[in-house]
């Protein structure tokens, strides 16, 4: 059965040296999975972006790519646009009124006219900050039912521990990358992924055992494979899994999900 993933809009603006956050890319972008008949259905999302500069304004294609516990998956893309936040306009101060003269009577009528309209303001501002926190509430409850999944998803990653969880991220970071590859072929992204996943692991393997330092190596190792020969991706992978990664393979397959590059 084949899957797609849908949004709620197909451009997103994003401030200029914000650090994307899977979770906040997907929930702007209102993403879920669909299967033929319309229903939600428990696939990983994962937000692939390797190709953002988020330090340089500019036009990117942002690529969300979905995975099923069935081995079913989706590609969609979106246009992002990186762009410094624009500042609040500093309202300008009133005038000030022309003084003239006028009776005591009328001073104490234009001060309780200035009291009862600071009173309104201030009831408005409150009115609107109770309306925000409730249009908030609604939006956390409209959201429950697409973000359970993704909880249910991630929550198999949080059961490993230490030096197991770290190497899980970064084989299913390649997993995602080739997933993306087979459904775009675009050459370029999966070498740019590649490059940026081994980057990590140099960075990452100093503060393993030297147990997971191998495996980590393995990981490397397979990368290569697939960079060198993207096509045969699959048989690699299943070639990594057969080498010591098996016992946290389910782990890695029911994941590619927000928690990708932020989960500790």
């Known amino acids: 059965m084949a899957i797609k993933i849908t949004t709620t809009k197909e451009q997103l603006i994003w401030p200029l040296n914000q650090p994307l956050s899977d979770h906040e890319v997907k929930q702007q972008l209102g993403a879920k999975v669909?299967?033929?008949?319309?229903?939600?259905?428990?696939?990983?999302?994962?937000?692939?972006?390797?190709?953002?500069?988020?330090?340089?304004?500019?036009?990117?294609?942002?690529?969300?790519?979905a995975e099923d516990a069935d081995g079913h998956s989706a590609l969609h893309q979106i246009q992002l646009q990186v762009m410094p936040q624009r500042?609040?306009?500093?309202?300008?101060?009133a005038s000030e009124p022309v003084q003239s003269p006028s009776s005591p009577k009328q001073s104490r009528h234009s001060k309780r006219w200035l009291l009862l309209g600071g009173i309104v303001i201030i009831a408005l501002v409150l009115g609107g900050v109770l309306r925000a926190c409730q249009n908030?509430?609604?939006?956390?409850?409209?959201?429950?039912?697409?973000?359970?999944?993704?909880?249910?998803?991630s929550s198999s990653i949080k059961q490993l521990r230490g030096d197991n969880q770290k190497l899980a991220q970064q084989v299913a970071e390649l997993r995602g990358a080739t997933k993306q590859y087979q459904h775009?072929?675009?050459?370029?992204?999966?070498?740019?992924?590649?490059?940026?996943?081994?980057?990590?692991?140099?960075?990452?393997?100093?503060?393993?055992?030297?147990?997971?330092?191998?495996?980590?190596?393995?990981?490397?190792?397979?990368?290569?494979?697939?960079?060198?020969?993207?096509?045969?991706?699959?048989?690699?992978?299943q070639q990594l899994k057969n080498n010591g990664f098996n016992s946290m393979w389910d782990a890695i397959s029911t994941q590619v999900s927000q928690w990708l590059k932020d989960h500790q």
């Open 34 to 65: 669909l299967n033929d008949a319309g229903q939600v259905v428990n696939a990983d999302i994962l937000v692939m972006d390797k190709s953002v500069d988020i330090h340089q304004p500019g036009d990117y294609l942002l690529t969300l790519v």
């Open 136 to 153: 908030q509430e609604q939006q956390a409850i409209n959201n429950a039912d697409q973000s359970s999944q993704i909880s249910q998803n």
């Open 184 to 237: 775009d072929h675009d050459l370029q992204a999966l070498q740019n992924t590649i490059n940026n996943l081994k980057a990590q692991n140099q960075q990452l393997m100093s503060s393993l055992s030297a147990e997971k330092q191998a495996k980590l190596q393995q990981v490397d190792q397979a990368a290569d494979q697939i960079a060198q020969n993207p096509d045969q991706a699959d048989q690699t992978l």
């Open 87 to 93: 500042q609040a306009a500093t309202p300008k101060s």
